[in-house]
């Protein structure tokens, strides 16, 4: 088959798949495990006292976040792009037959008791999502399209799931390779991830106010997440890194949780990040090519605007 052949046949697969599992409830369907979510994390952010004094369902930027959670979690699939990652998987797999690798699985994960199967997934993926985030702040290059996640100056539940598109390719098609490699199937993958990490980072960006206490150090929360989106902090970098384990932060001595002020939200760049979703998906190019002077000069001003606006409603 050449390279359009397999490209259709993957894309024929996910579309059918996008479509029909709408329709399927079953535990394994993670579009119902979102709705779950979001349904629990608006009755949160409802009920419970909120961390910053902004509304959360009336805050800026609201439904553009849940077009990126309706975009990631339920489009996402049928637009093509998983079939692209996938198509890239097979040539590997293909390139690693070549060489005279047929079976790549270093374990029978059958003979471990399913308990300690899912335990060493959960433990792995989160520790690799510490490495790949801390490398989002590190590097200049992989910076310029995290930003968007972190551009927003008021953010609640939906907000976990705005960011670049790019970062699905570091974040969720790259970090498989190593699980697929120890012989757990995308199926199991797939379900942890959606069970357990997209509920936290449903959870951590919640505007609830949270008192884990001494849970602060192993659990990621609301209190600890908002530091990470915060810009008056002591390290050029960043802090609070953790996607559910802040015992990384702590081992790495980039945990942070002071008592005695309160996270601004945002990032010095956050004027001249744009407000659609075009827009932010397009900024990083342009920010790499013409940095932001060049990119924005009539945009400037407006949305230089539209922070003081911001300001005093947040102050
Ligand atoms: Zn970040
Ligand atoms: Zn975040």
Redesign the pocket.
Known sequence: MDFVEVYQHYFNYFWDYSWTRLFNLKPTNNVYWVILWCVVCIGLEYFLPKKMNYDSFKRKGFWLDIFYVIFYDILFVGLGILAFTYTIEHYFKTFMGSMGVEDMVLFNLDAIPLFWSILILFVLQDFFEWVA?YA??RFDFLWAF?KI??APEEISFASSRHFHVMEIFVFKSFLYLPFAVLGYSSQMYTYVVVTIFIFDAFFTHCNIKTNFGFFNYIINNPETHFW??SKNLPSKY?VN?ASVLNIWDYLFGTYYLPTDKKPILGIDDSKYVPNSFVGQQLYPFKFLLFGNGETTKKGKVKHKKKKSKNKKKTS
Do not use: D, E, S
């Open positions: 985030h989002m702040h995290h996640h972190h990470h989106h960043g890194f």
